[in-house]
């Protein structure tokens, strides 16, 4: 499948700098916070977008506008920063302003100018380079092979869906669900990472898997060795802490926004990426992720409802064949306490309740 260059839109990286100067302002209560981090997971361009708009405000918040000589600028491109500008004072909430305030929205407008002046390569001379972004996706049962400009192979498994940033410094994918397996192409100057909600992993020249499915996400490292990394859980929370690990060839590792990274483990022997053959395992997994994956394969949504038992506690041991979903619904509720109801011609629900 060839790669399809999209754009990096202006508007995202004004979204960007109006959420960092938001977030630097402490203007951003958890409601916000939370629509901040649905922005960044949405689309990979918008963590890049947002980690320039930091190393921006981290470079020019003490410079001033009168700093800058409006000669340097085409009339169109002002015509931008002028929009920009009035954008970032609608955005901030009404209130008198003292002189310390004064001299911060003046840092704000500077930000700003350089900001666009950075981020707006079109009408620069020597305009930065912009990534390549592909969309790639499966459907369900489909699996899909796909090599990268930069000669990196994706294997996606079906149902899977996720984005290519590729730049002149990093190579980033981000899975929004599904499975994939990466044989990545040694390049020292640019990193191979991959996001999946708010795990990471970062190749170090290596073969590996990830499964974002049902909340939990799954890595396994077949070559090489590859840096695992999510934010540390207190109470049930993120932190701003992260934990990180290296997992090297042979091991495999999983995150969740209950637990966590947990340690790693070792893998048993040929099942890396089994999913390739349609063979799901588990070992202590949520009945959830295992749901999640059936879905992948199934012509017939499979949703999980409540009942005697918690589904939440549910941790399975199990494995089935993606091709044969008929018989792994005959055998699960024979070794967990769920019920399988098939009456419904639309949906296959499961069910907890007590094994007869």
């Known amino acids: 499948m060839a790669e399809i260059g999209i754009p990096y839109p202006n508007e995202i990286h004004k979204k960007a700098l109006e959420w960092r100067i938001r977030i630097e302002g402490g203007d951003v209560g958890p409601n916000e916070q939370l629509q901040f981090e649905q922005w960044l997971a949405a689309d990979a361009r918008h963590q890049q977008a947002y980690d320039r708009a930091t190393t921006v405000w981290t470079s020019f918040e003490t410079l001033h506008a009168d700093r800058f000589a409006t000669d340097l600028f085409k009339p169109s491109f002002m015509d931008k920063v002028r929009a920009l500008i009035i954008g970032v004072f609608e955005s901030l909430p009404a209130r008198k302003f003292h002189v310390g305030a004064i001299a911060a929205v003046s840092a704000v407008i500077a930000i700003s100018i350089v900001g666009v002046a950075l981020f707006s390569s079109s009408e620069l001379e020597d305009p930065v380079a912009q990534p390549v972004v592909t969309a790639l996706e499966t459907g369900r049962g489909e699996f899909k092979t796909v090599t990268l400009s930069d000669n990196s192979e994706l294997t996606l498994g079906p149902a899977t869906q996720l984005s290519v940033s590729i730049s002149q410094d990093l190579r980033e994918i981000h899975l929004i669900e599904g499975a994939a397996v990466f044989d990545v192409a040694p390049d020292a100057s640019r ?72 340690s790693t483990q070792e893998m048993r022997p040929n099942t890396f990426a089994t999913w390739r053959d349609d063979r799901l395992r588990y070992v202590g997994a949520p009945l959830s992720e295992l749901v999640a994956d059936a879905n992948r394969y199934s012509d017939k949504p499979i949703v999980v409802e409540g009942g005697a038992t918690n589904l939440d506690e549910i941790r399975v041991t199990f494995s089935f064949d993606g091709n044969d979903l008929d018989t792994m619904l005959v055998v699960l509720p024979n070794m967990f306490p769920v019920t399988v109801d098939r009456s419904e011609p639309s949906m296959i629900t499961i069910r907890g309740g007590a094994i007869e």
């Open 191 to 262: 990193r191979f990472r991959v996001r999946a909600g708010k795990f990471t992993a970062t190749a170090l020249g290596t073969v590996f898997d990830v499964r974002n499915n049902g909340g939990v996400v799954r890595l396994a490292v077949d070559e090489g060795a590859v840096e695992a990394a999510h934010p540390f859980i207190l109470n049930g929370e993120p932190t701003s802490m992260v934990t990180r690990r290296e997992v090297s060839a042979g091991y495999q590792i999983r995150a969740s926004a209950d637990d966590g990274l947990s």
